[in-house]
Structures are given as C-alpha cells and as structure tokens.
C-alpha cells in the first residue's frame, strides 16, 4: 500500500487522540443539512486548557475490567457481570421536584412505573420527572421551547440537535445556567463522581459570552456520555457472505466485486439499501465538516476540491447504475436493518450498537444469521483511515432561572448517575429493579424483561443524564469480546482531526451552501445529475458561501497550530 498523503493524516501511536471525526465531517456534508437556517456568522470555541474546570480527582474502580484497552477509543470491556458495589455511601437527602426535558422515540414510559419510583428513593428522594419530546422532530421543536423558555428546569441536546439553532453558542450563554461557580475547582467532598469524569468532558462543556475572550468562558451544561472510538460502520451478513462463497472485502475494489456478486436487482437481493454518509473514509476524506489544511499548499482545502471526491462519487454512482443498492435508495425511507434480518440486503451503514443488538437477537432466536463489520478499507491501494469520535455525546442544560441550591440538588442527581458500571447505582438506572424490569441470565449478566426494554431499555432519560467517570464495553461475553478485538484492530487507522480541542458552529451562509452541495451529491449518486457537473457543484458552493467558510476555517485551524 502506498503510505497516506499530508491531506488525509493519519499517526501510528498507541494512544489515540481522534476526536471530532464523525460522519458528517467525512465528505463535506452540511452541519446542518435540515434545519431553519437564520443569520449567524458563526463561532469556534476551545474546549481545552481552561483553569476553572472542576479538579480532576480519580475514583477508585470498585471492580476492575476483564479486558484493560486505552480509552477513550478503545474502552475496556467486561466479560462478566460483577458483583455489583455502593459507589455513593454518602447519599444526600433531596426533597425537590424539578421536570427535565428529554427526547423520546416510540411510546413514552408510564410515569408510574416502578422504576421511577425506585430511582428516585436511590438516589436520595429528588423527584425529576420526565417530559418526552418527539425524538423525531426534538432538535427543532428544542429552538422554540428554549426561546419560549418551556422547557422545565433542564433540557438533553444531543450533539447532532444543535444545527437547529441559528447560534447555539449564542442560545447557550443567554438561556442556560452557567455552572462555573458551582463545579469549578475541588468539588470532591460533595460530588466525588463529577470530579473523576475526564477533565475533556467538562471541557467540551464550556461556552464564552465573546468566543474572542476567554475571560467570558463558563461551564453551561453536565457532560453526557463520554466516549470514543468508531461509532459507525458497515455491517455485513457474514452467514449469507459464506454460503455464497463471498470473502471479507479489504479494499474498496472487493467490497465492489462482492456487491455484484451478490446482487440480484429483479429477484430483490441488493448489496446496500443505502449508502452515502459513511464513505468518505473509504477515499481518505476526513477533516472537520469537510476541511482540512494541506502544507504543500498552505492553505485550507475542502474535500471536493480533491480527486478523491470524485472517486467516491463514481463508486456511488456505479452501485447505483449497475443496481447494487435499492431502487427506493433516494427516499430515505427504507428500513435497512430489517431488509438486513430478511436477507435483501448484505451490508447496512449503521452505528455499531446495532452489532450487539443483532447477534443478541439471533441468540434469543428473534433472528436469523450473524452480523459483523467490515474492516477498515481503502482504494487505489491506500492505507485505509478510520474516522474516529472522542467526545461527549451531548449536555444536560439547566434552567438559568433556578436558584444555587435547586442546581446543587440536582447535580447530586448527576453525580449519582456518573456511577460507572459494577456500581448498584449503574444497575439500577440501566437494568432497573431486578425481578421487574430485569433478570440475571443464564451467563450472569442482566436481561431485560419485556417491561424493561420498554421503560429502561429504550428511552434516553436518566442513562444519559450524565457521563459515567469512565464508559466500557459491557453485555453479552461473546460480544463485548469481539468488539473489544475489532476496536484493538482499527487504532493503528485512526484519522487525526485538524481542529481537535476547538468546537466549530460554522457561518449560516456555509450551512446553507453546504446542504445544496449534498443535495447536488445525491443527485448525482442517484442518476438525477452527471458526474460532469461536478466542477459546477464545486463552483456553486464556493461561490455562495464555500469561500467564507475556507477562511473561517482557515482562522481556527491558525487560532490552534499558530501561523
């Protein structure tokens, strides 16, 4: 294999650091293809380096992994359920009732169900009730409760939710309480759980008034769900690949050669239901929203000014002239993962939970097959890179109008839920109460009842509340095994991100030109436009909000590596 250019970095350590690198920096997509665009100029803030974060103080692990990895991109694993301990001994007793908003997809839970009920006496008597939004439409309903300030005592963004707000930053600092004052400094008689969170999740917690003087930074928000490492991949149906005689791909040219191998377009076989935000990968496209500085250059490049984005929209629009993905491709409306479980499609672009979620369902014999993800991949003979994510998953945000001590109760809520797994407190706000909402199975690891997947499993509510102080691969042994092996496989791939320690809220005007560019994508993939009208595509987006944001950031990538 050739080694990697200077525009798609890579390093080969032992300690990886890849953070930012999610799907929709791969190729150029829009920070936020579907939202209400108003006028913003936009705003970068660093994450790093500031001194009023809380005191980092570690906590001793009541249990220790089966499986020791370097997280936060490749956690370590338990392969057994342990005995589980008292993480707080010290419990407060709160007697406040506070609403806390929260995204919800399918059926609410019943606000009576027992499991609230339990929760609450745990974690000292503090009511927070529940009020479930639509997940479906929450990040831009979330715009007008916020302005309405209708939204409780705190709300759950997750990051993907915030493009729906014209300046988030802005929203931020003038809606939700700044927790500076509060958490800063040595916080470890009180909240010895938040202290030993990673000072990088606090970090990413951090908001300034003027994003150009660092004196008017503040902690707005509790941190959600620290982790790290790949979050999505393709998944394959190994079983259905054996009985067709159909090898692992390794490169982007076997993954091709398997498609056509196993696609039947007038039988209803297809290689892919869909396939588009996850490729960039594939073609050495990495970056932060699709920009990346080349030094031969010296100046920043977006993706599609670079050949390789032309290979990867001619191996889209090869699957789809020679009929390797679904004809209904383009409305977005198929279900992947259950033309997977039928046998019609080989390989989904998923997040990698669905891994777990589908073996366990064979194992309890609600599905047929096995699935696994492909690995790293590459074409014209390069060295693949994997884009990896290290970061919180979204924040808590508290009602700026709630008195110290309202906010003080409630963060002796979060410092309960940021009990790692071998705590009671982590099984009984993951599992529930045991006989009701989960059994110990056969292997000594908890299993959902029906009333579980239903109240505990599926919605978000407290599980996210907070991060843990630190976050592992846990489950089914033979699961948790493999993904710990595939997650060892892939650091050595690991893309570096330009603008690591920097959160970025692009220009409205980039926002805008990048969602034309992508629906300009898709219509090439799916036959609508040429492959010709690419240097046009390139042009239009440049032209209408493209170079503002080349020199936006050009900015934040010099604010972080000097001139």
């Known amino acids: 294999m050739t080694p990697p250019s200077d525009r798609a970095p890579f390093k080969r350590r032992s300690l990886f650091k890849a953070a ?20 913003s100029s936009g705003s970068t803030q660093t994450t790093e380096g500031f001194d009023f974060l809380p005191t980092h103080e570690d906590w001793p692990l009541p249990v220790q992994p089966d499986l020791i990895g370097e997280p936060p991109n490749h956690p370590s694993a338990f392969t057994s359920y342990p005995e589980p301990v008292q993480a707080v001994t010290d419990l407060p007793s709160g007697s406040g009732s506070y609403e806390l908003t929260v995204p919800c997809w399918g059926p609410a839970p019943a606000k009576d169900d027992p499991y609230f009920a339990a929760v609450y006496e745990a974690w000292g008597g503090t009511k927070l009730e529940l ?11 979330a715009v007008q409760w916020v302005k309405a300030d209708e939204y409780g005592d705190g709300i759950q963004l997750f990051n993907y939710m915030t493009g729906s707000f014209s300046s988030f930053q802005e929203t931020v600092v003038n809606s939700f309480y700044n927790l500076t004052e509060i958490v800063q400094g040595d916080i470890s008689e009180r909240w010895p759980l938040l202290a030993a969170i990673p000072s990088a999740a606090w970090g990413q917690a951090v908001w300034s008034k003027d994003p150009d003087d660092p004196d008017t930074a503040g902690i707005y928000a509790i941190p959600m769900n620290y982790s790290g490492g790949q979050g999505n991949g393709i998944l394959a149906r190994t079983d259905l690949m054996e009985a067709a005689g159909i090898a692992m791909p390794t490169t982007v040219e076997e993954l091709l050669d398997a498609c056509r191998a196993w696609s039947d377009d007038a039988n209803g076989k297809w290689a892919f239901a869909t396939l588009d935000w996850f490729i960039g990968q594939w073609f050495g496209l990495g970056g932060t929203d699709g920009w990346n500085w080349d030094p ?8 599609i000014e670079r050949p390789e984005f ?47 979620d589908y073996n366990l369902k064979v194992k309890k014999g609600e599905a047929q097959g ?38 003080e109760e409630i963060l002796d809520i979060a410092n309960w839920c940021a009990s ?8 009984i706000l993951n599992y529930g109460v045991e006989g009701q909402h989960f059994e110990i199975g056969a292997d000594g690891t908890p299993v959902y009842t029906t009333l579980g997947s239903e109240i505990v499993q599926g919605p978000v509510h407290y599980k996210a509340l907070c991060c843990q102080v630190e976050t ?58 040429e492959l010709s009208s690419i240097p046009e595509m390139v042009e239009t987006y440049m032209k209408n909000g493209g170079e503002e944001a080349r020199q936006y950031y050009t900015d934040a990538y010099k604010a972080v590596h000097g001139e």
């Open 370 to 407: 096995a699935v696994a993800p492909l690995p790293p991949l590459a074409a014209k003979g390069r060295t693949p890179t994997v884009a990896m994510a290290a970061g919180i998953g979204g924040w808590t945000f508290l009602n700026k109008n709630l008195s110290k001590e309202q906010v």
């Open 310 to 356: 032309t290979e990867l929209l001619e191996f889209r629009r090869t699957l789809w002239d020679e009929k390797l993905i679904h004809p209904d491709a383009p409305t977005g409306t198929l279900d992947q993962a259950a033309m997977q479980e039928a046998g019609q499609v080989l390989f989904t672009q998923d997040n990698l939970v669905r891994w777990n």
């Open 20 to 39: 930012g690198l999610g799907a929709v920096g791969a190729t150029g997509l829009p920070l936020a293809a579907c939202s209400d665009i108003d006028s």
């Open 131 to 141: 009020r479930q939004g639509d997940g479906m439409t929450y990040g831009d309903t």
């Open 296 to 303: 031969e250059q010296k100046k920043m490049i977006n993706n």
């Open 472 to 529: 592992f691969l846990t489950g089914d042994p033979d699961m948790v095994a493999a993904r710990f092996e595939y997650d060892a496989s892939i650091q050595d791939y690991a893309m570096e991100n330009p603008f690591e320690g920097v959160r970025i809220e692009a220009p409205a005007e980039a926002k805008a030109a990048g969602s034309t560019l992508w629906d300009q994508q898709q219509d090439i993939a799916y036959g609508r436009a």
């Open 420 to 427: 790692p797994y071998g705590t009671k407190e982590y099984e």
